[in-house]
């Protein structure tokens, strides 16, 4: 395997020399602007993620009326991948050999950006915030230095998840439902390595395929198995599923909703479905502001957020994904100030990884963007939160996972 | 005589017309839209082989975009698996999804219509779970990353390739590889419809009755065509996989039979010329629907539109339309007065 | 050995079957009836459908009660339906059937299109027709919900029946479909009648798309594409041109679907769908024209 990759970054070498020889300027970059881009799924099954790039755009826009960042415009153009991965390898190569774009950014998918890793690294082009909560992005940055993440990564999650039942609830009986693809399975090992010794507590495990038509049958299931405590490894739709099945079958268990299906949209259509008493005291972790959430109604983050997407058009402003965007257009911002007065890609990259930001408006009060050579995780924290009367309320300390 | 002499004539002509556009083409667009060109031609070997299991032999075909995958992935796989370079996997892949195509043509000895359509339909819906379920093959979800895992296979990997010592970039080439490989495609298959498997192939289309009571082999007739649209399908999906270097479920999808089977009928099924339109329609119309607008739905309602009103206008394709505006040339060529 | 077997999880498995099974009922109704009179699988139809619950969901939101949104929504939906099916079938009536074929896939397009752009993506819910509350019988439970959902779909196909039986339009229709000359010679209004077929079977994706939503709890623009495939399956295990064949073989197929999924370990999650399509493919191999359907014979 590092054979592979040591060949693999020789033939990259070429590729460099290639460039180098034809006497090219920093990309994508005048006095007056910086181009970035990026991939999104504006169609087919995944566009409603696409507020993701919607937030951020409208930051930028925010950013520019403001002057810019030393003296320059930002301009972020995102394109359609259909959430399909042979997509996004053309799309980003247009955007790279046609746009001539300064750093990739924001571009949506596990397997997207996995399609385009090699690619962009074997350029130099930075690959930045990736908004894929795939552990890869952070751990592999010794093969692919160019390429970062952003999101607190799935298995993180599921650890913080595990180490909580694990001192919280320690007879507990876990069924988990998740979604057969790497995005379960990556909570699932998040979830077994923060139980531990106690990874016998699971006893239950129901799968599912995107193409199911309904997870009713999974859930009947779990509750064969006399779970107490359903795990929601699950996207949203299915999740939603999950709790009204459960209450169909007059079964109440305490569950733990990923962090993909939290936003209070749909734990509100779970409450109307299921009844209030079935996700009340529902967990998960937050590392946003979800708008929607009064308390943090006279918040000024969220005053910001929300004057921002009114006033640059930035979408519909009840949508959690949207904050996501303006978070790591934020950072991104933090990260451009930092490259430098005229930065260069590997400037930027550099300061990508050796950020230490503490002002996020739209992160929760207390956390910090932060990564540094060994620590290519942006986000690494997270609190818990618990679904009471209609609304998540955090409780406890920051916790920090690798 | 004389008029044979003109009509061999005229063929030349079209034959250097054509091969002069394929030559110089490149150079009227962006190195980048070479790549599109390409990408366009990848649909044309496919849809060629549709039309000659669809258009000339009559048999449905849901699953042609399952075929493909077939192809793209033998492609990756022996790259990836047993570290072949990627162009020489070409021929391989056509005769693994030639195979295939033949094992799908089985069913359709019973089925016909709707029902065969259905056949072929479960072979596309099931395909992405059977590239997710054997993933030791097929790299499961995250399928196979040509650049990642088997760089030194993939021709052009510096940018630029050298054949007969001309130097050509890496979109030129795969433009250059995928229109010789579709050109050579286009006359086997003109070659073979004119011939008497053509003929064998339009009437089981016509009457399969009446066929096989003129002494034709049904089984033998569908199977061949089903065989030889899966080799066009493979080869075609392994030159995708050769030029996005990357294979994924999510790419193979039962969308892309669907935009095949819309490619062939809008090209003209019957028509072979009239492929290269269903082709340029279905690598072209997407992008162009997103240039009216890029608000969320207009793009596919544009393109939906687009489709229904070429139907509305040519329903028998393109193909259709050239037919009957080469007619007066035709028949003044073919015909005695 | 019998006695260990858990008979309970098999009833609860084949219940959860038969209700997963009968929220695609109607709209594999609705694919027959296309079917039948124009020898076209309508491949909108799903898109059709989920156009009309956002219709349905907006009537609510607006502040009509579900049944007098659900009734209002299926007159609307039979109007476009005959409406479509004026617009962009009938100027294609004559071209071969792969032509319409691709004009219904132009329509899923642009369907879906225009119900993304009507509508935000966003997920929203529309609420139960029955009640949810689970009723346990001999430790298998269900709902109201799944029994109505069943009773709506055969309710459907009854009306359909008995208006293709007992009324003077439903037996015009009928010789429309059979024999479209003969039928002209009579005096029907052929077109007319390929019209109602649609405007019918329209209505009928509605009803499927109003019991889908609430049955799979939320909803979006994606919500009847995985029913169609199932409902197309289903109606073709059942045959084609049987609307009973329809009901019963999208009921079979859930079932199918639910035990394979619970005892068949090596099938495993992804490969659920296309075990079960394999299963339909084995039926049709034994009995081509699918359980209920009737074999044509064939004209030389």
């Known amino acids: 395997m590092k054979r592979k990759i040591y060949l693999s970054l020789c033939a990259a070498c070429a590729l460099v020399l290639v460039t180098v020889a034809t006497g090219a300027s920093t990309p994508g970059l005048t006095s007056s602007e910086i181009l970035i881009g990026g991939t999104t799924p504006l169609s087919g099954p995944a566009s409603a993620y696409q507020s993701v790039a919607k937030g951020a755009a409208a930051y930028f826009r925010y950013v520019n009326s403001k002057g810019g960042v030393n003296k320059r415009k930002i301009k972020y153009v995102y394109k359609d991948d259909g959430y399909d991965p042979s997509k996004t390898a053309d799309r980003t190569r247009e955007l790279v050999q046609q746009d001539k774009v300064f750093a990739i950014f924001n571009s949506l998918g596990t397997e997207h950006n996995l399609a385009t890793r090699a690619y962009l690294n074997a350029l130099k082009i930075p690959q930045l915030f990736v908004a894929s909560g795939a552990t890869t992005f952070g751990k592999d940055s010794k093969q692919y230095p160019w390429t970062i993440g952003y999101q607190p990564n799935y298995r993180a999650e599921g650890t913080i998840y595990g180490r909580y039942i694990a001192k919280t609830s320690p007879k507990a009986r876990i069924g988990v439902l998740y979604q057969d693809d790497d995005y379960g399975k990556d909570l699932m090992a998040g979830l077994r390595n923060g139980l531990g010794k106690k990874a016998k507590l699971i006893v239950s495990k129901q799968g599912y395929d995107v193409t199911d038509p309904d997870v009713k049958s999974q859930v009947a299931k779990l509750k064969a198995a006399k779970v107490n405590t359903l795990m929601l490894f699950a996207t949203p739709k299915f999740a939603i599923q999950s709790f009204v099945y459960a ?105 990508a990884t050796s950020l230490n930001v503490k002002n996020d408006p739209f992160l929760l009060p207390g956390m910090s963007v932060g990564t540094s050579g060994s620590d290519h995780f942006p986000l690494d924290q997270a609190k818990l939160q618990r679904y009471h009367a209609g609304h998540w309320v955090s409780f406890g300390g920051l916790f920090r996972v690798r | 005589m004389r008029r044979r002499a003109l009509g061999i004539g005229l063929w030349l ?15 009227f667009v962006s190195d980048f839209h070479s790549r599109d060109l390409a990408q366009a031609g990848v649909f044309f070997i496919a849809i060629v082989g549709l039309n000659i299991l669809t258009g000339y032999t009559g048999q449905i075909s849901l699953g042609h975009g399952a075929l493909m995958a077939v192809g793209g992935y033998t492609t990756a796989a022996l790259a990836v698996h047993e570290h072949w370079r990627d162009v020489w996997t070409i ?64 021709t052009g990997l510096s940018g630029t390739v050298t054949i007969f010592g001309h130097s050509l970039t890496q979109n030129h080439f795969l433009y250059y590889l995928t229109w010789a490989i579709g050109l050579v495609g286009f006359v086997i298959a003109w070659l073979i419809l004119r011939g008497r498997l053509g003929r064998t192939f339009r009437a089981v289309r016509d009457s399969e009755v009446a066929a096989a009571s003129a002494g034709v082999d049904l089984a033998r007739a569908k199977t061949l065509a089903f065989a030889i649209s899966g080799v066009y399908a493979g080869v075609a999906g392994a030159l995708l996989a050769i030029q996005d270097e990357i294979v994924n479920p999510l790419s193979f999808s039962f969308l892309l039979s669907i935009l095949l089977l819309v490619g062939a009928v809008v090209g003209g099924l019957g028509s072979l010329p009239g492929m290269v339109v269903g082709a340029f329609f279905v690598q072209y119309l997407p992008d162009l629907s997103t240039r009216v607008s890029s608000a969320p739905g207009v793009p596919d309602f544009v393109y939906g539109a687009a489709i229904i009103i070429v139907m509305i206008l040519l329903p028998s394709g393109v193909g259709g339309l050239l037919g009957r505006l080469a007619e007066p040339l035709t028949t003044r060529l073919y015909t005695r007065p | 050995m019998l006695l260990a077997f858990d008979w309970t999880q098999l009833a609860q498995q084949i219940v959860i079957g038969l209700a997963s099974g009968g929220v695609w009922a109607t709209l594999a109704v609705a694919l027959v009836l296309i079917y039948r009179s124009t020898g076209v699988v309508n491949f909108a139809q799903g898109e059709m459908a989920m156009f009309s619950t956002f219709i349905a969901w907006s009537l609510v939101d607006h502040g009509l009660s579900y049944w007098a949104a659900f009734l209002l929504t299926v007159a609307i939906s039979f109007v476009g339906g005959v409406a479509i ?62 029994l109505g959902t069943i009773g709506v779909s055969l309710g459907a196909v009854a009306l359909l029946w008995a208006f293709f039986r007992f009324t003077k339009l439903g037996l015009a229709s009928r010789a429309a479909a059979v024999n479209p000359d003969a039928s002209r010679l009579l005096g029907v209004r052929v077109s007319w009648m390929l019209a109602l077929g649609w405007g019918l079977a329209a209505a009928l994706g509605a009803v499927s798309g109003m019991l889908t939503a609430p049955a799979l709890a939320s909803f979006d623009q994606n919500l009847m594409q995985p029913v169609l495939l199932y409902a197309f ?66 004209r030389v």
């Open chain 1, 247 to 351: 209450s169909n079958l007059g079964w109440r268990p305490k569950a733990y909703v990923n962090a993909v299906s939290s936003a209070a949209n749909i734990m509100g259509l779970a409450t109307v479905a299921a009844g209030k008493k079935q996700t009340e005291g529902a967990l998960s972790i937050v590392f946003l502001k979800d708008p929607t959430d009064t308390v943090w109604k006279k918040d000024a983050g969220v005053k910001l957020y929300r004057s921002i997407m009114k006033k640059f058009k930035g979408g519909n402003p009840n949508d959690v994904y949207a904050v996501y965007g303006m978070s790591v257009a934020h950072t991104f911002v933090a990260a451009l100030k930092k490259a430098g007065k005229n930065p260069t890609r590997a400037s930027i990259m550099r300061a």
């Open chain 3, 233 to 298: 399956a289903g109606a073709v295990l059942g045959g084609l041109d049987s609307p009973f064949g329809a009901v019963v073989g999208t009921l079979l197929l859930g079932v199918l679907i639910n035990l394979v999924g619970t005892y068949v370990d090596w099938v495993g999650t992804s490969l659920r769908l296309p075990f079960a399509l394999a299963v339909i493919l084995g039926v049709l191999l034994v009995r081509p024209e699918g359980l209920f359907g009737h074999a044509s014979a064939r």
């Open chain 2, 13 to 27: 002509l079209l034959a250097a017309l054509v091969l002069t556009v394929y030559v110089i083409a490149p150079r």
């Open chain 2, 91 to 154: 021929p391989l892949a056509g005769l693994a999804a030639g195979i295939v195509g033949f094992l799908i043509g089985l069913p359709a000895l019973r089925l016909s219509g709707i029902y065969l359509a259905l056949a072929t339909f479960a072979f596309a819906v099931a395909m992405p779970s059977l590239l997710r379920k054997f993933s030791g093959l097929t790299g499961g979800g995250q399928g196979l990353r040509l650049l990642e895992q088997a760089p030194l296979q993939v």
């Open chain 3, 85 to 146: 099916e004026r617009a962009v079938i009938r100027p294609v009536e004559r071209a071969p059937v792969l032509t319409v074929v691709i004009v219904t896939l132009g329509l899923f397009f642009l369907v879906n299109g225009a119900a993304r752009w009507l509508w935000s993506p966003e997920t929203r819910s529309l609420p139960n027709a029955f009640s949810t509350r689970p009723i346990e019988v001999a430790g298998v439970a269900f709902s109201i919900q799944d």
